[in-house]
């Protein structure tokens, strides 16, 4: 994990306030709640104070398989949203990883690793950070597997 | 006031170093001292009957007969060496105040405790099912002494100094307001945020228990004091067993030792009490007094630095009479992190958090501040840089 973490450090060359996360904490994307989510989970940030909630309504048959009912491996994204309060690097990751995560099937994003997501974010991330930056992807997962 | 005594600052040459609340920095005699026992006289202590034993031991009690002296106490053996201001307040918990207290009874603390101090009694409260009441602190961070619950509580545990607001309570005064309604209530007070930087008479306070830690007065990491009256120490029993903490073991029992042994289980951390030693002569000799005004001069130039910047709000004390030198703050639309790292990438290190006191911060309303804290070898430009950072994240986040 630390291995990767420095060869993301040398490979993006970004510090942790690149324009792009300063965007997304100031306008994020799919922010607000989804009223008709098959299912939320909310996690707190002891360390900073930050909350985020993430609201996920499935589409049950994406794939369109003819197994009744079709296997929840499946089930892809149809709608997320997410709310809360945080810091500029937990916020974007919040609003990147639901805009990546739009479409995809549970299956995909099961395997989307801490790795993945700290790629996602390109940036430096401190040890004490990492918990900042990998918020919105520990709930998301929490979605994941509770449904 | 003494940049040059610290290796540190030698070491990075542009550091701001403004978190002496979580640690000091430490100057050469300190690890001189430490270095000088490893290398010259490295043994262990009351065991050994050869000469650097001897020496190691006698080390030793020079630096429990310093910090007695440092802050007043009546007699050495009220000294006693723990880990740190943590373990000394859970050691009154457990081994003073458990046995002695009852169901339904009360104890009290203040909103404003560091985790250290509020935690291990809530947890007694939960355990024994007692009573908990807690002193809140109004808009200036200045605690409301109430008389219903302090004539009520049977122990009352209190910080000297916030490491939050920088509130310096006026203990003396409490001390002697609680004892004239509740002649039997014990006091504690966690003197980690004001030992370091102001001059401490326990006899004066005539607080029972007062613990501070040595890393935050230019000691290491790793050696506290617990200060005990007398009379209270010799009646509460052992909070460790184990070697050296023994008077004589039988198979199927023991005898412990008087004070301050009884409580010092194990091989200790002797390094650590030498270097505190060493760092306890190191403040005296700048004068508690000097060190105190150094960093108030320097509260009061940050104050007036930091209240000329848009969208803060600044928490605690305005007055830099009536508080140490520490800041807290926020900047509108910015999360404390956010700012501690973008000052933490120049070099600029203040904290960010809830600073091990989230009951504090729940009475404030927020989940975090950010923190500036002094010690005697910052300067006025210290300040300076920290302010033009402040001024860079507010650009970075266009707030």
Not at chain 1, 9 to 20: F, G, H, I, L, V
Not at chain 2, 133 to 148: A, C, I, K, P
Not at chain 2, 203 to 226: E, P
Request: include cysteine; proline fraction near 3%; charged fraction near 25%.
């Amino acid at each position: 994990m630390r291995n990767y973490i420095r060869c993301a450090m040398k490979r993006t060359m970004n510090s942790a306030y690149r324009d792009e996360i300063l965007e997304h904490y100031r306008e994020p994307l799919n922010y607000g709640k989804l009223l008709s989510c098959t299912v939320s989970s909310k996690q707190t940030n002891p360390f900073c104070g930050d909350e985020i909630e993430i609201y996920v309504k499935f589409d049950k048959n994406s794939l369109g398989v003819l197994a009744n009912p079709p296997p929840r491996w499946t089930w892809a994204i149809q709608e997320i949203a997410f709310t809360g309060k945080g810091c500029a690097i937990s916020i974007a990751g919040a609003s990147m990883l639901t805009e990546y995560a739009k479409g995809k099937t549970k299956k995909e994003l099961t395997k989307f690793s801490q790795e993945d997501m700290l790629r996602l974010l390109g940036i430096e991330v401190s040890e004490t950070r990492k918990k900042c930056a990998l918020l919105g992807w520990s709930i998301l997962q929490d979605c994941l597997s509770n449904n | 006031m003494k940049k040059k005594d610290f290796p540190i600052f030698q070491n990075n040459k542009d550091l701001v170093y403004l978190d002496s609340a979580a640690t000091s920095q430490k100057p050469q005699v300190v690890l001189d001292a430490m270095m000088d026992y490893y290398k010259n006289y490295n043994a262990n202590v009351r065991r050994g009957l050869y000469p650097i034993a001897e020496k190691a031991t006698a080390k030793v009690e020079e630096a429990r007969d310093k910090v007695s002296e440092f802050i007043n106490a009546e007699d050495p053996s009220e000294i006693i060496f723990v880990r740190n201001a943590t373990e000394a307040i859970n050691i009154v918990v457990e081994s003073y105040t458990y046995p002695s207290i009852k169901e339904g009874e009360e104890i009290a603390t203040t909103i404003m405790e560091h985790h250290s101090n509020f935690v291990p009694w809530q947890q007694l409260a939960i355990k024994k099912f007692l009573k908990f009441g807690y002193l809140d602190f109004d808009h200036n961070g200045n605690l409301f002494f109430v008389d219903e619950l302090i004539k009520k509580a049977k122990s009352l545990a209190i910080t000297h100094a916030s490491n939050v607001l920088g509130t310096i309570n006026p203990i003396k005064e409490i001390i002697r307001n609680a004892r004239k309604i509740n002649k039997d209530i014990v006091i504690l007070v966690d003197g980690a945020q004001s030992v370091p930087h102001m001059k401490v008479d326990v006899q004066d306070l005539d607080c029972d228990f007062f613990v501070f830690s040595g890393h935050k007065m230019m000691a290491s990491t790793g050696i506290g004091v617990l200060y005990g009256k007398k009379k209270l120490l010799s009646r509460m029993e052992p909070f460790l067993y184990g070697g050296q903490m023994i008077q004589e073991v039988a198979i199927d029992r023991s005898t412990f030792a008087d004070i301050p042994y009884r409580f010092e289980a194990g091989t200790l951390d002797i390094a650590g009490i030498i270097s505190l030693g060493v760092a306890v002569d190191y403040l005296e000799k700048l004068g508690m007094e000097a060190i105190r005004n150094h960093e108030k001069k320097l509260t009061r130039y940050c104050l007036d630095q930091m209240e000329k910047i848009e969208g803060i709000t600044l928490y605690g004390p305005k007055n830099a009479e009536e508080k140490g030198g520490i800041i807290a703050f926020n900047i509108e639309r910015i999360h404390p992190h956010d700012i501690a790292q973008v000052l933490g990438d120049r070099n600029i290190c203040i904290r960010a958090g809830h600073h091990c006191a989230m009951p504090l911060h729940t009475r404030l309303g927020v989940s975090a501040t950010c923190r500036v804290s002094f010690g005697i070898y910052n300067e006025t430009e210290d300040v300076d840089i920290l302010v033009k950072g402040i001024q860079k994240v507010k650009k970075i986040f266009k707030a």
